[in-house]
């Protein structure tokens, strides 16, 4: 981990209030990890915001954020050159496991590690496709990334709650659907990200499939994302967790 000076390299809009940044930085490019975050002090706010890495192209690493509240509308409004201040990699990351087949699951703002992990888990593939991504929104102008996905080999199942495009309702239910249906050859491993409803969902899944295990990375406002102030904590059935320090990425089965 490292407190960083960096420079904003492009900022751009994927889509309505959603930014994706990136800067240059071979340190954080090398030690990072899907699933670890960056802590960035953005100016005018007193707390740090943590966002996921979003993805690595080369020495350049990127965050993908939507805009919330305060933090994130003063830094949709950083420019090329604008400074950050950065203090990363910090988390536990997700644990990838050559030999089973990648469940990516996506609720909204979710997919932003999710990219990151498919990138590393590329690198596996052998023939077909590298895995599933199941991603769910409210409405089809929040599916972002897909042509992303695809490129790494992901084959995409789309679920909206308004039904605008692909299965109406939620994902996790989308999943539960196809994992009745199909036949997947190795053993299916489920990473995610999204609300802790979606999360709650998938926990109720993986009771139904003992075999499959499952990881997510969870959200929680988070003060110093040191594991100091345990602002972040979470009730696990290990007893309490910062998820600035234990987490954000969790097994599932140890929180419901
Ligand atoms: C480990 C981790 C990784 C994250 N990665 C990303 C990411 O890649 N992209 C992204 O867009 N966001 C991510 N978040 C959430 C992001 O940190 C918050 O959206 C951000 O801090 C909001 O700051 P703000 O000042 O704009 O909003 P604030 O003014 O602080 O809050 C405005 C509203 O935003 C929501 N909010 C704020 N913080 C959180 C939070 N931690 N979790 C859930 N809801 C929150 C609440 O509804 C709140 O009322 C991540 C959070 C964690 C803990």
Redesign the pocket.
């Known amino acids: 981990m490292k407190l960083l000076r960096v420079n904003v390299k492009k900022i751009e809009k994927v889509a309505k209030d ?1 930014y994706r940044l990136n800067f240059t930085f071979p340190y954080i490019a090398k030690r990072s990890l899907p699933g670890h ?1 960056l802590h960035v002090r ?1 100016i005018h ?1 007193i ?1 740090r ?6 993805k690595v192209e080369g020495n350049d690493v990127f ?13 949709s409004g950083y420019k090329k050159g604008s400074s950050l201040d950065i203090l990363g990699p ?2 536990r990351p997700f644990t990838i496991e050559r030999n089973t087949f990648p469940i990516l699951v996506a609720g909204g ?1 979710g997919i ?2 999710l990219l990151y992990l498919a990138q590393k888990l590329n690198r596996f593939r052998k023939k077909g496709y590298t895995g599933w991504l199941f991603f769910g929104v409210k409405k089809k102008n929040e599916l972002i990334l897909r042509s992303e996905f695809v490129k790494l080999g992901f084959r995409i199942f789309v679920a909206t709650q308004d039904g605008s495009v692909g299965f109406k309702g939620m994902v996790t239910e989308l999943l539960e659907r196809k994992l009745k249906s199909s036949q997947i050859q190795a053993l299916p491993r489920i990473y995610a ?1 999204g609300p802790k409803d979606m999360i709650y969902n998938l926990g109720e899944i993986l009771k139904k499939y003992p075999s499959v295990e499952g990881e997510a ?6 003060g110093c994302g040191l594991g100091i102030c345990l602002g ?1 904590v979470i009730a696990t059935k290990r007893g309490y967790k910062r ?2 320090t234990e ?2 990425v969790f097994n599932i089965k140890d929180v419901f």
């Open positions: 959603i975050f953005i706010t707390l915001r943590p966002f996921s890495i979003n965050i993908l954020f939507k805009v919330r509240g305060k933090g994130t509308h003063i830094l910090l988390g703002m932003a590690p990200c990375s969870w959200e929680q406002f988070m972040c998820v600035c987490g954000p």
